[in-house]
């Protein structure tokens, strides 16, 4: 089986793009073959069969020129108006089955979210797909108000196992010993997730909770 994925590669390193990577690392396991096409304006060169288009053109030129089984598509944010087109294209591939994993939690709950129905334009390229994966119950309940067939949705958890009572290793230990409350904060170091506006908050809630703390977890 050939599998192409279509959405953002590392780098940046973020929870989309670890998803695609763990998909990728897991179907070559196994024996498949899976190629990427990164959607994002982050470049690299062209190797191992992960392409980087410059253009709407280019995208579509690859999905024509690639072979593949599948097309699984990842949208980590908004479903705007580019990407909705995209879907359409990889869901209208003769001989292909589209997949479709919808990352953003936030989406469903938002004007734009609650405002989408079977009858719109994003309810209409839901239904297209072959398959629909939802990161949690909310998305699959928006993947129903867009009219999708039950037996189309998947739910499937992207936090990985934890190990019950694991110790915490120093100099950890000790700063979580030192400060109540402590904040957490797993995002990768990329100055896409705005770092410093998450220190410039610690400082104004250090003003009411003067013993907080702010671990950062990253590269």
Do not use: W
């Not at 897991?26 to 498949?32: K, T, V």
């Not at 073959?33 to 030129?61: G, M, W």
């Not at 719109?120 to 398959?131: D, K, P, Q, T, Y």
């Amino acid at each position: 089986m050939r599998v192409i994925q279509l959405g953002p590669y590392p780098p940046p390193h973020g929870g989309v793009q670890t998803n695609i990577v763990a998909i990728r690392d897991y179907l070559r396991r196994h024996g498949h073959q899976c190629a990427v096409i990164n959607l994002t304006r982050h470049r690299k060169q062209e190797a191992d069969d992960v392409f980087y288009p410059k253009s709407a053109l280019e995208t579509a030129r690859l999905l024509v020129r690639e072979a593949a089984d599948i097309l699984h598509l990842h949208i980590g944010g908004n479903l705007t108006p580019r990407l909705l087109r995209l879907g359409l294209l990889c869901c209208m591939a003769p001989g292909r089955k589209a997949v479709l994993t919808f990352h953003s939690g936030g989406f469903p709950s938002s004007a734009e979210g609650r405002a989408t129905t079977a009858a719109s334009f994003r309810g209409f390229v839901i239904r297209r797909f072959h398959a629909l994966i939802a990161v949690n119950d909310e998305i699959a309940g928006f993947y129903a108000r867009c009219g999708a067939k039950r037996e189309r949705v998947r739910v499937i958890s992207p936090q990985g196992p934890v190990v019950a009572d694991a110790p915490l290793s120093q100099p950890l230990a000790s700063f979580f010993a030192s400060h109540r409350p402590v904040l957490l904060s797993v995002g990768q170091l990329e100055p896409e997730y705005d770092l410093p506006l998450q220190i410039e908050v610690l400082g104004q809630i250090l003003r009411q909770y003067p013993e907080a703390g702010l671990v950062m977890i990253g590269s």
